[in-house]
């Protein structure tokens, strides 16, 4: 009973701090606005090429369920990460680990934390849509079959979701920033077998979209045997000549609702190697250090007592010639930027750089766009390490850093970025592609205006690295609307270039705002009168 006692207590004081952030506020109002694009048919599902359900029910529980699961399951996973690291870098986890929390028990806390984060987002969702069914439906409101899916489908993969953020945050190496562009891409790969698959494979549908979609097509084929099977999404547009057919949901039997219980088990052994993974903040690593000698030297507990201090004097600034030296600040950012990473990190960079000279103008393009991804974790600390790091006070209190500090940076990532891509740059060079060098100037402006504003708004580099992952794997996807990098002929390079020079003066304005009547003013304020 104790160990109930404190299982609920734990997840109920981590459920309430992130409940409290603005970060959830921010995703509730996106799920509502999925309940009104989806009720109100600005989000269109079809089957190939003009073939769309009967607005009912069933059809509106689908589409919901299949937009909120890819949803959800794709950035909810970034909301609820951060739980056990918080507890790292606050030290509260040192204090449970005086206590007889258990690793399982602390793991099944945190997952209990994030599943029920994620369960009121469908729970919003919920009634956000019997809302906009009973305001704007046509039709009578089938309450069972609309609310089913959610319930049956969706929260069970919640349940997954929930549990790999907890395993990710119990492995070191995938806590930060690389952990969240594995999931990225993990999160699609997992997805294609099951799609792809000729049958249906139950056990493999954890997301429960082929159950969802494998259904709408049947109905589809009964009403136009014609139909050429699969289903679209269009957003903000409409179907030519649409031709519409009756969807009546899902026969919830035994198998089905047993299949999607079984990926709450999955849910629970995920946990439970989290917690085998989970090191209960354990203290005993000791860290060790290089002597000069070459042998290695463990780090002992410094000794206490009283030390005499010498008495100190501080060089008067009075008198003395205010010099700054922008070069100074520019390397030293620069210095800062390309710190911690190892050898083979410069091997694959200037592998990258060599193939983008040597290949075609097409694949020179694409290799621009992946030579440009491959620094995230190097861009993404760009505005948020003074946060991060605590170090706010002492950056801050230089002179004028908005007007040195903040052009430091952004130079020293432009300058990162653009020899990244020197040898796209001298391949457009030497075609005499003017367009394709003008598109690599926007984009090499545009990249660390990106990253710069995302740290300072947010304090954080996770925004950065989920947004650039997605941006980027849409551009090799040859989306001209968003490609900034030039990979397709029709790239709006232009609007990306007066976008980063309006980037970077909102970022100077939020960051001036910061000093002056923002948090970073406060806090300093606070520590003055302590």
């Known amino acids: 009973m104790n160990a109930l006692r404190a299982l609920y207590h734990m997840a109920r004081a981590d459920f309430l701090e992130r409940v409290r952030r603005y970060s959830f506020l921010i995703m509730l109002g996106m799920i509502v606005w999925l309940g009104y694009v989806v009720n109100t048919g600005v989000l269109v ?24 699961t890819f949803f959800l399951g794709w950035f909810g996973f970034y909301m609820v990460k951060g739980s ?6 606050t030290g509260v986890g040192q204090i449970m680990a005086t206590t007889p929390l258990t690793r399982p028990l602390y793991a099944l806390g945190k997952w209990l934390s994030n599943f029920a984060i994620l369960s009121i987002m469908i729970l919003i969702l919920i009634i956000a849509g019997i809302l906009m069914n009973l305001l704007l439906g046509s039709t009578a409101i089938d309450l069972w079959a609309l609310v089913a899916p959610l319930l049956i489908i969706s929260m069970p993969f919640m349940a997954i979701v929930a549990a790999v953020a907890v395993l990710f945050e119990t492995i070191g190496w995938l806590r930060g920033g690389l952990g969240n562009i594995i999931y990225f891409f993990m999160f699609i790969l997992l997805l294609v077998p099951n799609i792809e698959s000729p049958v249906y494979l139950p056990l493999l549908d954890y997301a429960g979209l082929r159950l969802l979609s494998d259904g709408i097509i049947r109905a589809a084929k009964m009403a136009y045997p014609e139909s050429e099977g699969g289903f679209n999404f269009i957003f ?69 007592g009283t030390i005499p201090l010498s008495q100190v004097h501080l060089t008067p600034s009075a008198g003395l010639p205010a010099r700054f030296r922008f070069g100074a600040l520019f ?27 040597a290949t075609d103008l097409k694949t020179a393009r694409i290799l621009l766009a992946v030579t440009w991804l491959w620094p995230i974790l190097l861009l993404s600390g760009l505005g948020s390490r003074e946060a991060r790091h605590n170090t706010r006070e002492i950056v801050f209190s230089a002179p004028r850093p908005v007007l040195n500090q903040l052009p430091a940076t952004w130079l020293a990532a432009f300058s990162v ?29 545009f990249i660390p205006s990106l990253a710069l504003t995302f740290g300072v708004l947010t304090g954080s580099s996770k925004a950065f690295e989920v947004v650039y992952v997605l941006w980027m794997y849409l ?13 397709v002929p029709e790239s709006p390079w232009a609007v990306y270039a007066l976008l980063a020079l309006g980037l970077f003066t909102l970022t100077a304005f939020v960051r001036q705002w910061q000093l002056k009547g923002g948090s970073v003013a406060k806090l300093a304020g606070k520590r003055r009168s302590i």
């Open 331 to 357: 390397i030293a950012e620069l210095k800062m930027l390309l710190k911690g990473h190892r050898w083979w990190w410069y091997v694959i960079t200037l592998g990258l750089v060599i193939a983008q000279l």
């Open 84 to 89: 056990v690291g918080r507890d790292y870098e």
């Open 236 to 304: 903000g547009g409409s179907i030519t000549d649409p031709h519409t057919f009756r969807y009546d949901g899902i026969a919830w039997n035994a198998d089905v609702i047993l299949t999607r219980l079984f990926f709450l088990l999955v849910a629970l052994v995920i946990v439970m190697l989290a917690a085998a993974f989970f090191d209960r903040f354990n203290p005993s690593k000791i860290l060790i250090i290089k002597r000069k000698d070459g042998k290695l030297k463990s780090l002992e507990p410094a000794v206490t």
């Open 475 to 487: 551009i090799l996807q040859e989306v001209p609307p968003l490609d900034f990098v030039g990979v």
């Open 417 to 445: 970025i653009a020899l990244m891509g020197s040898g796209a740059f001298l391949r457009f060079l030497f075609a005499g592609e003017i367009t394709s060098l003008l598109a690599w100037l926007a984009g090499a402006l």
């Open 45 to 68: 599902m079809s089957v190939p090429p003009n073939y769309v359900g009967e607005i009912n029910s069933p059809w509106v529980g689908a589409l919901m369920t299949i937009t909120v």
